[in-house]
């Protein structure tokens, strides 16, 4: 089975504070991606990775920043958390489109409290 | 571009009734069709896809989905829910020509409310 783990469940942080919320795969996927989630809005895109140190943006990366040194890991950073910024995260892993689509295989989320 | 509409943000409906979660989707080239479920405190999980052939798609946890291109449209549907398939549910589509990154664009989901 395909297994995405996120650090953390639940993260309270304070305005201002720099946030990083880690993801792991353990299926050697090329891409990952970065979501919030928010009620009455779904799932926004705001990074995703197709390979180890590449990036793109997503539909909503203002105020955030990813790094992927390594293949299974995924990294989003909040350089300056704000209280819009309080979101569920969530990430996810897929292997490359070669043909077809590959499905997206999701971590369990971070609940993010910015104070 | 590609847009989802979940028309419903909330269905409420009685245990072992019928239930449909409607899905329009918007877009200029063919797709891929998605609905993934999200159970109370946890990630999204793939309930069923569409990626060609027939057009009535079975998942699991005896869910189905039917793509009809005429009406952009595909509704998710289950005979008989039970107390268990309370959970927000997630239409989603990605363009075939999307090159290798699976981009996924996700509606606004539909909270499924069984009620005893």
């Known amino acids: 089975d395909v297994k995405v783990t996120q650090s953390s469940r639940y993260l309270v942080k304070r305005t201002g504070e720099k946030v990083f919320l880690e993801c792991v795969q353990d299926?050697?996927?090329?891409?990952m991606f970065w979501y919030r989630q928010d009620p009455g809005l779904g799932l926004r895109l705001i990074y995703f990775?197709?390979?180890?140190?590449?990036?793109e943006k997503g539909d909503i990366p203002e105020g955030y920043s990813v790094s992927r040194e390594k293949k299974e890991r995924f990294s989003l950073i909040l350089e300056s958390a704000s209280t819009n910024q309080t979101s569920m995260y969530l990430c996810?892993?897929?292997?490359?489109?070669?043909?077809?689509?590959?499905?997206?295989?999701f971590g369990p989320g971070t609940r993010l409290l910015v104070l | 571009a590609q847009s989802v509409t979940q028309l419903d943000s909330q269905v409420p409906v009685f245990e072992e009734a019928p239930v449909e979660l409607r899905c329009n989707y918007s877009?200029?080239?063919?797709?891929?069709l998605f609905w993934y479920v999200q159970y109370p405190n946890q990630g999204l999980q793939l309930l069923l896809k569409?990626?060609?052939?027939?057009?009535l798609v079975k998942g699991i946890n005896g869910f189905e989905a039917e793509f009809n291109k005429s009406q952009t449209s595909f509704h998710l549907r289950k005979p008989s829910v039970h107390i268990s398939d309370t959970a927000e549910y997630f239409c989603?589509?990605?363009?075939?020509?999307?090159?290798?990154?699976?981009?996924?664009?996700f509606g606004t989901g539909t909270l499924l409310a069984v009620q005893p």
């Open positions: 996810a892993s897929s292997r490359r489109r070669t043909s077809g689509m590959e499905t997206q295989y």
């Open positions: 299926m050697d996927h090329e891409n």
């Open positions: 990775s197709y390979d180890v140190k590449m990036k």
């Open positions: 877009s200029s080239v063919s797709v891929y």
């Open positions: 569409y990626l060609s052939g027939s057009t």
């Open positions: 989603a589509v990605s363009d075939q020509y999307g090159g290798a990154t699976n981009k996924l664009i």
